[in-house]
């Protein structure tokens, strides 16, 4: 699998230890969901800081 990690535009460069961790980890909790196919092909995932003042 390929994992690419974006922090504001940059991106992060990951070694192979975090990169399976990571996809293993969003891959094991997606495909858990009701109504996603086993045969999926693109998992996406955007996070965003809210800001409170």
Avoid: C, Y
């Avoid at 390929?2 to 997606?30: C, Q, R, S, Y």
């Amino acid at each position: 699998m390929g994992v690419k990690l974006m922090v504001d535009g940059k991106i992060i460069p990951l070694n192979d230890f975090v990169e399976t961790i990571l996809a293993g980890t969003i891959t094991g909790a997606v495909t858990t969901l009701h109504g996603i196919d086993a045969d999926w092909s693109k998992i996406e995932i955007q996070i965003e800081k809210s800001v409170t003042r």
